[in-house]
């Protein structure tokens, strides 16, 4: 059975009612998905459940970059640095298509927070604590050699620059693909599944009560162990356990913005200071360039965290003090996103001065929590949890210990051997795209979030018979994603399975009704169901659109 088939839910619902599983993981961001994995490659009996959809929560919301984490450095987070460091070039060699190159430039500027001697070393260090190839190693730039680079610099403030590596990616995509794996490997993964409450026996958590919001029944999941990897969330369900202590989440607010690439025509990614001596970074993306992040308190609601007009201000601002020639305007951003980053509280810290680091909680009710951690670290967070569980396992029931698999399980079922093999593949897809007339933007798109399974959904677009190829392709789109994605809303699908929402937010208007009665006719909504789920997409749509 593909488990993550929309039309296969029930039948997945009712084996996990009368299942009685090894592991059950509460959260479906990039940690849990990562658990899921690491656990059932390991032959563990694997549930999960996210009461929203896959990546819904901080794992949608990052800079979308694995990247080596270079500002650690300067905080002393060695081993940090090197960790993720490594662990970037790893799933660069799992899932090449989605985990790509990406070279980023470091001006350097009078009074900013790298002199030149400090950034070449720095720069040096990073790239042999990150096991950096020789190809991709630091580069310094002369002050020519920099503006050449990015001509859209101040040339009063620029003294020099810096080229080192970073990788680009997709968090909701690659988190997806990650949920796609754990399936594969016999997980059982379930999106709008709410935790309500936990289930004891004999004082050990023993599994959930829950809710399905798709079917709108309740349902108990009965596991030998709980791990809690629910993010911004972790606390609370510790809470519901009894076992929250003075260690406890700090959680802090990210906002990225995104302007077309004609307004803000970056000829490569960048990683730059403003005024108050933060670093930001500027990323091209297809059609769009976005910029980001703060690092901001957050006090509010965890599952509706809007962009403000007072967090553009504060990012175009710093964008025109280091490209004066832009003269952006808040009106010129398209879209936005928003999240919250559930980092460990360390008194005394600001947000941007707070640790990256995962720690992990074991309750006496033997309920598990791990937070904090970085998007790149994932699986070495995954693997130190289901270790953690493993020790517990071999103690209590003398069950052998299993090493952990995930270095060597290809993300892409082995797709491409390389990043030569995905420039070939998007080489031959944008041949075939102009053959039938589509952009060539769409060979980057399609082989980044689907890989070779490009090929089946441009096959499938000649099952549709719309004029327009855009329709017919974005159909085609859908259709591989209910059979394979556990697909349900349409924001499931505009937001988290194809980013059009923050990366090609024009595309969704001109395509809306096609796909609403596509979702109609695939799960026989109503009408009010169809056009509730218009509204919510339209209001989405105004809530990261909506600053000038």
Same mark, same amino acid.
């Given at each position: ?28 961001? !990039? ?5 899921? @994995? ?104 002369? !002050? ?8 859209? @610099? ?8 810096? !080229? ?5 990616? *997709? ?27 936990? #289930? ?20 108990? #999941? ?56 933060? +670093? ?10 976005? !910029?980001?992040?703060? *690092? ?6 965890? /599952? ?53 680091? /995962? ?21 070495? +967070? ?18 052998? #210990? ?7 399980? /290809? ?43 490009? /090929? ?33 809303? #349409? ?45 919510? +997409? ?11």
């Amino acid at each position: 059975m593909n488990f993550l088939s929309s039309t296969n839910r029930k039948a997945l619902t009712d084996t996990a009612k009368t299942q009685h599983y090894d592991l059950l993981i509460i959260g479906g961001g !990039i940690t849990g998905a990562g658990i899921a @994995l690491d656990a059932a490659s390991r032959g563990l009996k694997t549930v999960l459940v996210e009461k929203n959809d896959f990546a819904s929560g901080t794992s949608s919301k990052s800079t979308k970059l694995i990247h080596g984490g270079l500002r650690y450095l300067k905080q002393f987070e060695i081993a940090l640095v090197r960790e993720v460091g490594r662990e970037r070039a790893t799933l660069h060699k799992l899932i090449p298509n989605l985990v790509t190159s990406e070279k980023m430039l470091l001006p350097l500027i009078k009074d900013g927070t790298f002199g030149k001697l400090m950034t070449s070393i720095g720069l040096m260090v990073y790239d042999v604590l990150a096991g950096v190839e020789k190809v991709d190693q630091r580069k310094m730039l002369d !002050i020519e050699e920099t503006l050449e680079k990015e001509p859209l @610099l101040s040339e009063e403030n620029v003294e020099g620059g810096g !080229i080192y590596a970073e990788y680009r990616t *997709d968090d909701a995509r690659l988190t997806i693909e990650i949920i796609k794996t754990a399936s594969r490997f016999g997980a059982h993964c379930l999106n709008y599944v709410q935790a309500d409450e936990f #289930i004891y026996k004999e004082g050990k958590v023993a599994g959930v009560f829950a809710t399905d919001f798709i079917s709108g029944e309740k349902m108990e #999941i009965k596991a030998k162990s709980t791990i809690s990897a629910a993010g911004p969330w972790v606390d609370e369900l510790r809470t519901k356990n009894h076992s929250l202590t003075s260690k406890h989440l700090h959680l802090t607010k990210g906002v990225h913005i995104v302007l077309p690439h004609s307004k803000f025509p970056l000829k490569q990614a960048i990683y730059f200071d403003f005024p108050d001596k933060r +670093m930001v970074f500027a990323i091209p993306r297809g059609k769009i360039t976005y !910029i980001g992040t703060t *690092d901001t308190d957050y006090f509010g609601d965890k /599952d509706k965290i809007l962009t403000t007009k007072a967090d553009v201000e504060y990012l175009i601002k710093g964008t025109n003090h280091a490209f004066p020639k832009l003269n952006l305007k808040a009106k010129d951003v398209e879209s936005s996103w928003a999240g919250v980053r559930p980092l460990i509280h360390e008194d005394g810290k600001s947000a941007s001065e707070i640790s990256r680091k /995962d720690e992990i909680f074991e309750s006496e009710t033997g309920l598990i929590s791990i937070a904090g951690g970085k998007l790149t670290g994932y699986r070495k +967070m995954a693997e130190k949890v289901v270790d953690r569980l493993y020790d517990r396992l071999h103690k209590e029931e003398d069950m052998p #210990i299993v090493e952990t698999k995930t270095i060597h399980i /290809d993300l892409d079922n082995g797709a491409f051997k390389n990043a030569k093999a995905v420039k070939k593949y998007r080489k031959s897809i944008r041949e075939q795209l102009e053959v039938i007339g589509l952009e060539k933007y769409y060979a980057g798109y399609l082989v980044s979030n689907y890989g070779k399974v490009t /090929d089946e959904i441009i096959e499938g677009m000649n099952a549709f018979d719309n004029k327009a190829l855009h329709l017919k392709l974005i159909r085609s789109e859908l259709r591989y994603c209910l059979e394979n994605e556990m697909v349900f809303s #349409i924001q499931d699908f505009y937001i988290r399975r194809t980013g059009r929402l923050y990366f090609d937010i024009h595309s969704i208007k001109p395509t809306l009704d096609a796909i609403l009665k596509d979702f109609q006719n695939h799960f026989g909504w109503s009408v009010e169901k169809t056009l509730s789920e218009k509204e919510a +997409m339209e209001k989405a749509i105004q809530e990261v659109s909506v600053f000038g």
